[in-house]
């Protein structure tokens, strides 16, 4: 099959004809129809996430079941799938406590498991949800690593009706989905972004501020109950400040892996609870699949060639983009 391959961290992806993976027990081979390029396969590729080399790269995938494994119950070739992140085992004190994106034996595509950017993936079938009617392959491919995530976050930080929710970064994969969530919960959404990004976000959002110095212009508004900061350390300090007494900031999306200071004495005075999402897990997915076919969250994205997928991966760090970027293998 086609696929592209990691030999190693830095090293460019190479394209290759790749044996297709035999799905072994409790497992489904998938034909990916659709992939996404996230931040994280830069950052993998980059070496900044421990990746097993050579891999195929690729986390975020939707597709058709081809052929399933002994003892898999519930999916059948023909079956309509998108895929978390990630494996998880259904058996540690984490899974068993129903955060299976804390599994300690959990394993990501593309970093530990052959991933998406393949023309077949093989999948544990725990990490398979399947898609709901109307909803298409492309919108799905990123419904885990995005949509789900910020599902839970937000869902995690109680967002309710009335609520007044900001997102940093809004013009980028998490943060475009991240208004679309807010809004399908009853929330008002606050999105920040850079000058000239604002026709983009403003039919998504209920306010768009685009001053890198937007808490002052936040609070002036009466200030935000919920943060989604998808950028991290540029605009983490302002995210912070804009939030009221009491505010919940949801830690998704990070540009810059290297360490941040922030200010404590604030945190604390103003009893800011710090939430971090890391991925979802197979109810958030449903859920994330379900906002998708209500009409309520509709996937922002752009579909690319096979042959785009290094220069896509390459092109992270620019974010010219809007929304996210889908390839078809
Ligand atoms: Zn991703
Ligand atoms: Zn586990």
Redesign the pocket.
Known sequence: MRAYVLRSPGQPYEKADVDVPRPGPGRALVRVRAA?V????YLAWQGWQRVRAPIVPG??FAGDVVEVGEGVEGLVPGDRVAGL?YEYCGECEQCRAGKPYLCRSRRVFGEDLDGAFAEYVSVDVKSLVRLPPGVGYEAAS?AA??VATVVRGLEKAGVSPGSAVLVTGASGGIGIHALQVARAYGARAIAVTRPGKEQHVSRYADVTVTTPEFSEEVRKMGGADIVVESVGRPTIGQSIRSLKWGGRLVLIGNVDPASTEMQLGLLILREIDLLPAIHAGPRDLEKALRLVAEGKVQPVYTTHSFEEVPGLVEAMPRGGHVGRRVVVP
């Open positions: 996404a996230c931040y994280r396969d986390h975020e992140v990123f690593c995005v």
